[in-house]
């Protein structure tokens, strides 16, 4: 190992947690470990880094830098879904912001259940059959789902 892969491992080593920590803020605790690995190996393979004598601020600045990007690419893969969807369906149907913040706080499998029940319009049997899971814990799932959606879906 190089005198630089060597700095730059402990730069990595004195940083990593607190940049995971920022990230979190910025793209949510599931991405910000990619977000950082990516915007880590942007910053120590550019051609400047062997120049930058403040580390933790260039590190945190590339950081900011990875967050945005992933925020557009994220926004472009919704953007496409979205196209996909119309094409497919012709007119989406309108959805209530508050129904789909709802939504998002049940378990996945509440969520699959519920999406496939409602929107797909299967049975719990066709539904057990696509998640590979019994039809009575698809039947736990919609219960369980529908009484945190009730709330909102009351109104």
């Not at 060597?6 to 979190?24: G, Q």
């Amino acid at each position: 190992m190089d005198v630089y892969a060597a700095r730059d491992a402990d730069i990595y080593a004195k940083y990593s947690d607190a940049l995971v920590r920022f990230a979190s803020g910025l793209v949510g605790p599931s991405d910000a470990p990619d977000v950082v690995s990516e915007a880590v190996v942007r910053a120590m393979t550019h051609r400047t880094w062997p120049e930058v004598t403040h580390h933790r601020a260039y590190l945190y600045r590339a950081v900011v830098n990875e967050a945005k990007m992933h925020h557009r690419a994220t926004m472009r893969r919704r953007a496409r879904e979205l196209r996909s969807y119309r094409v497919e369906y012709d007119e989406m149907p309108e959805v209530r912001p508050d129904v789909l913040e709802a939504v998002s706080r049940l378990s996945i499998r509440q969520r699959a259940s519920v999406f496939l029940t409602y929107w797909e319009g299967l049975t719990a049997e066709e539904v057990a059959t696509r998640l590979g899971i019994s039809e009575g814990s698809v039947k736990r799932h919609l219960a369980r789902g529908r009484a945190k959606l009730k709330g909102v879906l009351d109104e």
